[in-house]
């Protein structure tokens, strides 16, 4: 038998000797063989599911009218039909090694040692393929791939676990695949999309999309399912926590405005996963989603964990201004119209000379209308914007945001250290920044390398050793187990702490 492994000269293997507890790591790529695949969608469901695979993949690819990818198009005609850049040379392959590793699932367990890592959660790259299906077909796309996972990488338990593709068009969607992927699969890790896009329904009617499909292309908003949502997604949230189900997401936003770009794809890409993922967990914040659920633990994947921090320093910032009683500070009903008019009396003569102006003309002018046309009462909580989320106190900003949310930072992210300043983040806390190697996409060219990369924040003191723990094995293990206290039962990380567990009680021991 010929030996691949590395073992001996991984600096990821070295870190990870040094180590007392376990690495978790929580965003792991893998490709899958294709023709493997086809076949199990095939005997589950047909060749229909197949051409609908390839179709749905297509039409991702092909988004513009002339049914071309921006590799296709001249110069001219990514110009006529602003076809954005699209993502190129985005796998390993110089690599041929890893370039296996990430498609053979007995490979990628052997070499868990060489990546540093005890355990991994996987997610291949047709996980949400369905997302793009034909109605008719998405449901059960959406359950061939998942049982095809299951079943590919059900004996690598101990170490690996794959997430299942949960597709969101409607609530009752979603629980329908949550419930076959937990219940009848074992599957204990979903992946959703953080919106679906939609038509809007105004132009929609005026101008029906079987009919004017380009139209249809571009009158479209994304539901971020917590806010403003044509559809009540509380009895899918539900589910999800009474499953113990971690809700994961690798959400873009590549396309939107300021991303765009038609000729680099480098422009489209820095940050895009963060304000993707931002739009859904300020949508899940203000629609009031976490108050609800308090339970819900959500990681949004590859955008880094800095996004977390900023947010929640300015929502704390905006509520100290914007708060139910310091909205009265904005109040136009409760400007004093006898002391303004006191004030251009005795400084504005020059300026309100020839107009003969009451005091309650004078206030309305000053105003103006943009400031008086909001000078009524408000109707119930419509003015408080915090109200759906129930924030009454910075507290609650901490426990709805701070303590819902995981944001996966891959293993080079230096702007991780505004995760873990407790010094600037509010109420003294530190951001749940998740190890998420992202090992399999163009970012990592040798998976020997990610945990040692991490490593490297320490020694050059951008992170503490106890933050690296935290990022590494004690934040993972949060998510995972809050949403599920069994998540990790069978697994080598409970082995791991129970024989940790047993060591020091030993040590405790007189002899």
């Not at 399912?225 to 949230?237: A, H, R, V």
């Not at 046309?373 to 900003?397: K, Q, Y």
């Not at 490297?456 to 003191?461: F, I, M, W």
Request: aromatic share 12%; no cysteine; charged share 25%.
């Amino acid at each position: 038998m010929v030996e691949f492994s590395r073992l001996n000269t991984s600096p990821s293997a070295a870190i990870r000797a040094k180590l007392d507890y376990p690495v978790i790591d929580t965003d792991v790529h893998t490709n899958d063989f294709t023709p493997a695949l086809e076949d199990y969608i095939a005997n589950y469901g047909g060749a229909k599911l197949v051409d609908e695979l390839r179709r749905s993949e297509n039409s991702r690819l092909n988004s513009k009218s002339d049914g071309k990818d921006w590799y296709q198009q001249t110069p001219e005609e990514r110009q006529y039909y602003r076809t954005i850049r699209s993502p190129w040379w985005a796998r390993v392959t110089r690599n041929t090694l890893d370039l296996a590793t990430y498609t053979l699932p007995e490979l990628f367990y052997e070499r868990q040692a060489e990546q540093g890592s005890d355990y991994s959660v996987l997610f291949p790259n047709n996980a949400l393929a369905a997302a793009g299906a034909k109605p008719e077909h998405r449901q059960a796309l959406q359950r061939a791939i998942n049982h095809y996972h299951a079943d590919l990488y059900r004996k690598y338990s101990d170490r690996l676990t794959v997430v299942a593709g949960i597709t969101l068009t409607t609530p009752q969607e979603g629980i329908e695949e949550l419930e076959f992927a937990v219940n009848t699969l074992g599957l204990k890790v979903i992946n959703i999309p953080g919106g679906v896009k939609r038509p809007i329904k105004a132009i929609a009617e005026k101008y029906p999309p079987e009919q004017f499909p380009e139209i249809a292309k571009y009158a479209s908003y994304i539901d971020f399912y917590g806010l403003d949502s044509e559809y009540d997604y509380d009895p899918f949230w539900a589910k999800v926590v009474e499953l113990g189900v971690p809700v994961t997401t690798h959400y873009g936003s590549q396309g939107w405005t300021g991303r765009a770009s038609i000729s680099n794809y480098m422009n489209n890409h820095i940050g895009h996963f963060a304000d993707g993922s931002q739009a859904f967990a300020k949508a899940l914040l203000f629609g009031g989603v976490t108050k609800r659920f308090p339970q819900l633990r959500v990681a949004m994947l590859e955008g880094g964990a800095d996004w977390g921090a900023h947010v929640y320093i300015h929502l704390v910032d905006r509520f100290s201004k914007r708060n139910r009683k310091a909205l009265q500070n904005y109040n136009p009903a409760l400007t004093n119209a006898d002391e303004l008019f006191e004030l251009f009396e005795h400084y504005g003569r020059e300026i309100t000379q020839g107009y003969a102006l009451s005091k309650a003309e004078l206030t309305q002018t000053v105003l103006g209308s943009s400031f008086t046309r909001f000078s009524r009462d408000p109707v119930g909580d419509e003015l408080n914007d915090f109200a759906a989320a129930g924030i009454e106190t910075i507290e609650d900003i901490r426990d709805r945001w701070v303590n819902s949310f995981f944001f996966g930072s891959e293993s080079d992210d230096r702007t991780i250290a505004a995760a873990f300043n407790d010094k600037a983040n509010p109420l003294g806390v530190k951001i749940n920044a998740i190890y998420s190697s992202d090992v399999g996409h163009w970012d990592v060219p040798d998976l020997t390398s990610p945990l040692a990369e991490s490593w490297e924040l320490v020694e050059e003191g951008v992170i503490s050793e106890a933050d690296f723990k935290a990022y590494v094995f004690s934040n993972p293990y949060k998510l995972y187990t809050e949403a599920n206290p069994n998540f990790f039962k069978g697994t080598v990380i409970e082995a791991q702490l129970g024989t940790a567990a047993e060591a020091e009680d030993k040590s405790l021991v007189p002899v």
